[in-house]
């Protein structure tokens, strides 16, 4: 609607873009844009809306992508055999209880339709034959080693790991990895994202135990004392919360491109004054797009509203566009059908979008404030050469660290930052084996790894300059240039 340029006179009888005519009312009147919006999103559920014969046949296919995707995962380890590995899907039980969702809310999908009184965690674990035990870099005894636990990024799933499983698994962790649907994706049960008040917790802290007390519940179905938690994205930002609240069963945390680290109070500021210099129609897409995330309309929400041969599409087009590492014509189809299908299925976990995080991706939490107070070990960041993802969260969350363990504070985590070379936000795809050995290194078995094994930048070494060596967006990069030919920081 939005994309087609009407045109219509004013009083004056200059011409005007209908949409920007429109946004500019819209947009000044809350209540007018929420009727709008609610009415378009409505209209194209009654168009293109899922029965219950469609959910099944999209369950269907997207267990069929994770078996296709798992297929693929063998070319993604250099030994790989029938007996080298075990890999093992599961759809482990929860009690419904263990998260605050409001009663009367029906769980959309994977669960106890009779009396609901459990949910569903799925997820894959992959168990190495070939791993070898014995002491750590440090001289520690590798039998001790607690288990890899995965938890991928925002409308993502277990299987985004499928090129990392079988590598990561040979060489660290006691040789299991696991890799999980959060609550509300994948094939995991999907709740609608209503959840009843906690005390002690405000909207963002309610929002985080849906996740982290999911996650505690399937630790406990599965008697994991102790497990290392690695996060994707928004899945690093869950790592955090959880590790805050059960720091008792973390060994250490990898953060892998974590969303909500820094605290760029700063930075929101500054986009609002240069947001006053920008031209009509650009502020007007600002705002919509603000209006959009205030008002809980997800990137699956538009895909859902699309026929289905649309948004398999656009996400086929995003995986061309955003994973050129991916050459493989069968691996970016079951790839695509695997995001699509993940976005197609009902809204659940993607709903936590606006209550974590502000407009633009800044945190309401900043999770720079919270890693020094985590009573783990260790903390390791790793980022893509390329990252999108402000690396500068990590470097501040280790400077800071590093100062508190100066002035005495002995408990404070060590904090290390690792770069991945020649990939951006999604490094686990874009540059698999590095980003594997990434991994491997923060448990303390890099030593374990081949001698010409590629291994990533490690800024725990001052010799290492992280402005050297990580790229700066495009934005930015547009930013220097008008910088330097004259024109005012604002302005550019």
């Not at 996060?231 to 973390?250: D, L, R």
């Not at 930075?267 to 004054?273: A, L, S």
């Not at 050459?327 to 299908?341: A, F, I, S, W």
């Amino acid at each position: 609607f939005f994309t087609k340029y009407c045109t219509v006179a004013n009083k004056n009888g200059t011409k005007m873009q209908f949409p920007i005519l429109l946004g500019s009312f819209l947009t000044s009147n809350k209540e007018s844009f929420q009727l709008f919006l609610f009415f378009v999103i409505f209209m194209r559920s009654i168009m293109f809306g899922s029965s219950s014969s469609k959910l099944t046949s999209l369950i269907d296919r997207m267990k069929q992508a994770e078996s296709a995707l798992i297929t693929f995962a063998s070319r993604f380890s250099h030994h790989y055999d029938e007996n080298s590995h075990t890999l093992e899907l599961f759809d482990t039980k929860i009690p419904r209880s263990s998260v605050p969702l409001k009663k009367d809310e029906p769980c959309q999908l994977f669960c106890n339709e009779k009396n609901e009184d459990y949910l569903v965690m799925h997820g894959i674990k992959v168990q190495s034959n070939l791993y070898e035990e014995g002491k750590d870099s440090n001289g520690g005894d590798t039998t001790k080693t607690a288990p890899l636990v995965l938890l991928h990024g925002y409308a993502n799933g277990s299987l985004y790991f499928y090129r990392n499983l079988l590598g990561i698994s040979n060489y660290g962790f006691g040789g299991t990895v696991y890799a999980l649907d959060l609550l509300g994706w994948g094939l995991s049960s999907r709740p609608a994202f209503k959840t009843q008040s906690m005390e002690g917790y405000d909207e963002v802290g309610v929002a985080e135990q849906f996740f982290v007390e999911s996650l505690e519940a399937w630790r406990k179905a599965h008697e994991i004392e102790r497990m290392t938690l690695g996060g994707h994205s928004m899945g690093g930002y869950v790592s955090i919360a959880y590790a805050e609240k059960y720091p008792q069963h973390v060994d250490q945390l990898i953060l892998l491109s974590p969303v909500g680290v820094p605290d760029d109070t700063g930075g929101e500021k500054e986009f609002q004054e240069r947001k006053k210099e920008m031209s009509l129609s650009v502020r007007f897409m600002i705002g919509v797009a603000s209006s959009l995330w205030k008002f809980g309309v997800t990137p699956s929400s538009f895909v859902r509203s699309m026929p289905q041969s649309r948004g398999h599409k656009m996400v086929g087009n995003y995986v061309q566009g955003r994973l050129p590492a991916i050459t493989c014509p069968d691996e970016q189809k079951h790839l695509t059908e695997y995001l699509y299908l993940n976005a197609a299925l009902p809204a659940s976990g993607e709903d936590c979008l606006n209550k974590l995080l502000k407009p633009f991706a800044f945190p309401k939490k900043p999770a720079l404030h919270r890693i020094p107070t985590l009573n783990v070990k260790k903390v390791s960041f790793i980022y893509g050469q390329n990252d999108w993802m402000d690396v500068g969260g990590g470097l501040e969350a280790q400077k800071l660290c590093r100062k508190l363990k100066q002035d005495g504070k002995e408990n404070t985590p060590h904090v290390q930052v690792l770069g991945v070379k020649d990939a951006g936000h999604l490094l686990m795809l874009e540059n698999w084996q590095e980003f594997n050995n990434a991994v491997i290194m923060t448990c303390g078995e890099g030593h374990k790894l081949p001698n010409n094994a590629p291994k990533p930048i490690n800024f725990d070494d001052i010799n290492n300059d992280p402005d050297s060596f990580f790229r700066k967006p495009r934005w930015e990069k547009r930013d220097s240039r008008k910088n330097a030919e004259g024109a005012s920081p604002s302005a550019a």
